[in-house]
């Protein structure tokens, strides 16, 4: 005979919060689309490597659903309407105009498709002890010695004198060749084994290695496997040393975004941070069809630098997207509509947060971690220490997600980025905030983030997804 529930028990589970397992909360059909928005996912992992990849990607997959250059649709926006924006390649909004007019507000979900890794200096090309080597500077926060010993490709672009672009992409067919850094070997490395994890790889140290063979000898020949590799490169690519220049070649782990666990549960893969809320965001923004407010997916590079530049959040792209909403709108004076619009606004910072790690518990306070596999995670603030750096929600609008997600059964927990006096890091929150938005970060958690290979929960992003959706246009 079962035993009936004490009035305490009961008290407690109406009064208390625990977060519960997302996977505990799926039916056998929401797992089996959780399982099939992750083999999508993974082959944009596998397709879209830098922001320039990432960009394109996105936008090409938009247009299948009706996305339009909005330079390519004349006069007023009515409801439904889906035009999208390019931002020199490396950043883009899209939008499905709204039952109000973008004056009235509209609700945004912002990513960044730019990831840690290392690019080539401007004169990364030369020769030592025999070997052929590119001089590279890492991007973003990285663990140096993660990256020797890597199966690396080169992803990027170089652009000629003549305006020309050379695409470049090699190391990912299986027929292509790898590149490597290389490391010590243990027999020799004491004094590298002796200092500090920071210390024991340098920034001038991720050298990559591209070739060996040198060009057949000739009288006043020097420097032979350089001068080899600079004739393959311009038989092969069409281009010579001075292009590096003017070249945005990155430097990424080589290989294809994989399933991870037994039970096949688990992405892991480079670039998930924050690629993994780019994804979900365009897959739910797909689904969206005739919302109240006007929906907008935005894509920014430079995050992991700051949001610098005219391609960052920080730029004036957003203000310029709105701006052109408001003029279609035919709102007078536009400049009154651009502020109105953006003071209005309801916007997520798609971003990652970490995952508490097993293994590592003692970074984190972990009543106020996430898990992984226990769906969104969602983050008042960021920051670092004194929540120096970061755009704190308001207790108003952080309710509203709160019941958004819960009148809609989506798992989400809360979570912050480690112990108070452990570190922090901060999203574009702060800068759409700064533009008068009503923001909050909620995004997936992630094991390893900022590693060569991140992991993350396929309930997670499954559970990002819906979220996002429901955020743009409730379900009925």
């Not at 009961?10 to 799926?26: I, Q, Y």
């Not at 990831?115 to 025999?130: A, H, I, T, V």
């Not at 591209?210 to 092969?236: F, H, M, Q, S």
């Amino acid at each position: 005979m079962k035993k009936e529930e004490s009035a305490g028990k009961k008290l407690l589970d109406s009064l208390s919060f625990e977060p519960k397992s997302a996977w505990d909360r799926m039916d056998s059909d929401e797992k089996r689309q959780a399982f099939d928005l992750a083999e999508g996912y993974k082959a944009f992992l596998t397709a879209a490597k830098t922001e320039r990849e990432a960009n394109t990607w996105l936008l090409a997959e938009a247009e299948k659903f009706g996305f339009r250059p909005a330079d390519q649709v004349s006069g007023r926006l009515s409801p439904g309407t889906r035009i999208c924006f390019d931002n020199r390649g490396r950043s883009a909004a899209l939008v499905v105009v709204g039952q109000q007019p973008p004056s009235q507000g509209f609700r945004l979900v912002g990513s960044h498709i730019d990831s840690p890794r290392l690019d080539l200096k401007p004169r990364p090309l030369y020769e030592d002890s025999g070997l052929a080597l590119l001089k590279t500077h890492y991007y973003g926060g990285i663990k140096k010695y993660q990256w020797p010993v890597l199966p690396l490709a080169l992803h990027g672009v170089v652009v000629l004198a003549s305006g020309e672009k050379r695409q470049i992409c090699i190391g990912e067919a299986a027929e292509d060749p790898v590149f490597c850094v290389t490391d010590l070997l243990p027999h020799l490395a004491y004094d590298q084994m002796e200092k500090k994890a920071k210390e024991a790889v340098s920034g001038e140290a991720l050298n990559v290695v591209v070739g060996n063979l040198p060009y057949p000898e000739e009288e006043g020949v020097k420097e032979r496997v350089k001068l080899a590799i600079l004739k393959l490169l311009k038989d092969t690519y069409g281009f010579s040393e001075e292009d590096f220049i003017s070249a945005e070649i990155e430097v990424v782990p080589a290989g294809t975004a994989r399933d991870v666990g037994f039970d096949r549960s688990m992405i892991g893969s480079y670039g998930q941070d924050d690629r993994v809320s780019a994804y979900t965001s365009l897959a739910a923004l797909l689904k969206v069809n005739q919302p109240q407010k006007t929906a907008i997916c935005l894509f920014t590079d430079k995050e992991e630098v700051g949001s610098m530049g005219n391609t960052g959040a920080r730029s004036r792209f957003l203000e310029n997207v709105v701006a052109e909403l408001v003029y279609r709108e035919g709102y007078n004076p536009v400049d009154l509509g651009i502020r109105k619009a953006l003071s209005r606004a309801e916007a997520i910072s798609a971003d990652v947060n970490a995952a508490l790690d097993p293994s590592y518990q003692e970074a984190s306070d972990k009543r106020n971690s996430a898990l992984l596999g226990y769906g969104l995670n969602v983050t008042k603030y960021t920051g670092g220490r004194g929540k120096s750096g970061s755009s704190e929600a308001s207790a108003e609008f952080t309710a509203a997600i709160r019941d958004l997600l819960n009148r809609h059964n989506i798992p989400w927990q809360p979570g912050e980025l480690g112990k108070v006096d452990e570190g922090g890091g901060g999203t574009i929150a702060q800068f759409l905030a700064d533009l008068g938005m009503e923001v909050i970060d909620a995004g997936v958690p992630v094991l390893s983030m900022h590693a060569p290979f991140e992991v993350t929960s396929k309930a997670d992003v499954y559970a990002a997804y819906r979220a996002y959706k429901v955020f743009w246009e409730p379900e009925k």
